[in-house]
């Protein structure tokens, strides 16, 4: 197992371009499921959940290969399985996905149900409301969920709450079923538009990605399609954030920046510079920062995947920050991590009140998610001395070379291997 060591104070300068949107490719790679053509998507992050997403594309029949650096080819002639193990959704939630455009291609699916996971409950019934919705039979034996339905038909889906797994499975099962559906309350996320053009590039018929109401006209069939993944929004507010707390100035080429309103908003309260120039997205901080207050929420509101490092960087604020946490229940096990590094953090229920500014000390800390992760990383990169942070699989996951990106702007960060 590797760590990473962390020499705080250095200011990140110079430009750095983000990789494609993990949360995007993820699904968009479960749709070559639809088509027994070949699906090209380019600008692919290397992550070991795209990994984990090719050996289960690959379990179930699909020629799936990297055609250079960040190019994927995925040919679903047949598809030969119906199942996606328990071994495989236990390790990355996002599997889940694979439900829809499985049942829609074959007829059935058998897919392993995720559990909790470190950040919260983290259930399924939206999924598989949607689902029986277009008149899928419904089974949970054994810790799987056993999907049948000779034909797929369109129907009406009103969601509890705007899921963004849920809309991307329902979504991806619809576009090939008998007439018409409707999600309501659909999740608006970037990464839902994102396979909405996907889907409609191999035919699919889809009105409304990016609102609250998607419809879509089942179409025969879908054919294979060549799409560009849309840049991370969740390593580009990364970033700014590690910027922020530095006191650095850095330009990131491929900021999507009409994905990160929310972000760039509770950045310039807390006195940041962000500013769109003919080179991309600036950031940049010369005087203190202050504090804020911010809740996350669907998109467009602030993002729950950005919480912990805005957390980090607020410890750091004139004031106290109040940091409210409305998506997941638990999510907040990196408050504890940073309080080890000096941060001054009250908790309550789904509420932390982070006072600032602290002087931070390096520290060994442990993260237990992704985003946690990259918290801890940014309050390193502010702390006195070294700080190491171990179980960095979660990184791996989800932020492509992060220590060669952060490197190139200055960051004093290595890897090492765990005693
Ligand atoms: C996706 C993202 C994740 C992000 C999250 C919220 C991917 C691969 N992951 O996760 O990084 O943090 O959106 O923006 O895109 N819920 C239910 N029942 C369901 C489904 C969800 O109650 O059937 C609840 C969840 O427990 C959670 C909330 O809805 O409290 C939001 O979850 P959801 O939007 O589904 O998140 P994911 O798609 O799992």
């Known amino acids: ?117 470190a950040i919260g409950a983290r259930p399924v019934n939206l999924h598989i409301a949607g689902i029986r919705a277009l008149g899928s039979k419904i089974q949970f034996r054994h810790g799987y969920v056993e999907a049948h339905a000779e034909k797929l038909t369109g129907g009406r889906i009103w969601l509890d709450s705007p899921s963004v797994g849920a809309t991307e499975n329902i979504l991806m099962a619809a576009v ?128 729950t995947d950005l919480q912990a490092q805005m957390m980090a960087m607020l410890t750091q604020a004139d004031g106290s920050s109040v940091i409210t946490e409305t998506i997941f229940e638990n999510r907040f096990m990196h408050a504890q991590e940073l309080a080890r590094m000096g941060a001054d953090i009250l908790m309550k229920g789904p509420t932390a009140v982070v006072r600032g500014p602290s002087k931070l000390s390096g520290a060994p800390v442990m993260a237990t998610d992704l985003r946690a992760s990259m918290g801890l990383i940014i309050a390193g990169l502010a702390a006195e001395h070294t700080t190491e942070l171990s179980r960095i699989y979660h990184l791996d996951r989800g932020y492509e070379a992060l220590d060669a990106k952060l490197s190139s702007l200055g960051a004093r960060i290595e890897r090492a291997q765990e005693q």
């Not at 070991?48 to 020629?63: H, P």
């Not at 199942?83 to 897919?111: C, D, H, I, N, Q």
């Not at 994905?259 to 807390?270: D, M, P, Q, S, W």
């Not at 202050?290 to 809740?295: G, I, N, S, T, Y």
């Open 1 to 117: 197992m590797e760590k990473m060591i962390i020499h705080g104070g250095a200011p990140l300068r110079g430009t750095v371009t983000l990789s494609g949107s993990k949360n995007a490719a993820l699904p968009i790679m479960m749709a070559s499921l639809l088509t027994s053509e070949p699906l090209v998507l380019s600008n692919v992050p290397r992550l070991r959940d795209v990994k984990t997403a090719m050996d289960l594309l690959t379990q179930l029949g699909v020629a799936a290969r990297w055609i250079d650096d960040h190019r994927v080819e995925l040919h679903a002639a047949k598809v030969t399985s119906h199942e996606a193990s328990y071994e495989l959704v236990k390790t990355m939630r996002a599997s889940f996905v694979v439900l829809g455009p499985l049942l829609a291609r074959t007829g059935r699916a058998r897919v392993s149900t995720p559990g909790g996971c």
């Open 176 to 303: 090939t079923a008998r007439g018409r559906t409707v999600i309501e309350n659909a999740a608006r996320e970037p990464e839902v538009q994102d396979l909405a053009r996907v889907l409609v590039a191999m035919g699919a018929k889809i009105s409304g990605a990016g609102t609250h109401v998607i419809e879509i006209e089942g179409v025969e069939r879908l054919h294979g399609a060549e799409h560009e993944v849309i840049p991370d929004r969740i390593e580009a507010g990364s970033m700014m954030a590690a910027a922020a707390i530095t006191g650095g100035d850095v330009t990131i080429t491929n900021a999507p920046i009409e994905h990160l309103e929310a972000v760039a908003t509770k950045l310039r309260e807390a006195g940041v510079t962000v500013e769109a120039n003919g080179k991309g997205v600036r950031i940049a901080r010369n005087n203190g920062l202050k504090p804020v207050e911010l809740r996350t929420l669907p998109y467009p509101g602030f993002p």
